[in-house]
């Protein structure tokens, strides 16, 4: 099964921007759907950025939209996360976990909830403060 490891992860000022990667070790990702999500200290996860497989749909937090973007490198098979204009309240634990194709759904998309259960990363941190 595939398990997935975050990285790009750091310490940036508010306004300022990160590009994390989501790969798999020997594994391309084009075949499944993926989604980020992050979880903030004391809060819930929540779902921040999903892609299904063959990129043909996205979706985006309302809280991101507009300043994150998720795209694929399908060469690499690797999956990413473009950040910019990042705010004090973006900072968490960001994770990426993956699904089947006909597991992309919003209800992947808002919770994480996957047939993949075993997919997730430990997550890298995004810290965003002056």
């Known amino acids: 099964q595939v398990q997935l490891v975050e990285s790009g992860g750091g310490l940036v000022q508010p306004g300022g921007s990160l590009r994390l990667t989501c790969a798999a070790s020997g594994v391309s990702l084009d075949d499944y759907a993926i989604g980020w999500f992050r979880q903030a200290p004391g809060k819930e996860r929540e779902g921040v950025a999903c892609?299904?497989?063959?990129?043909?749909?996205?979706a985006y937090a309302d809280s991101v939209k507009g300043r994150f973007a998720i795209f694929r490198d399908n060469n690499k098979g690797t999956v990413y996360l473009e950040m910019i204009n990042l705010k004090p309240g973006d900072t968490a634990t960001y994770y990426c976990?993956?699904?089947?194709?006909?597991?992309?759904?919003?209800?992947?998309?808002?919770?994480?909830?996957?047939?993949?259960?075993?997919?997730w990363g430990q997550g890298t941190q995004v810290t965003v403060s002056s």
């Open positions: 976990a993956a699904d089947l194709p006909q597991g992309y759904s919003p209800r992947f998309c808002l919770t994480g909830t996957t047939s993949l259960r075993d997919s």
């Open positions: 892609i299904s497989s063959g990129n043909a749909n996205t």
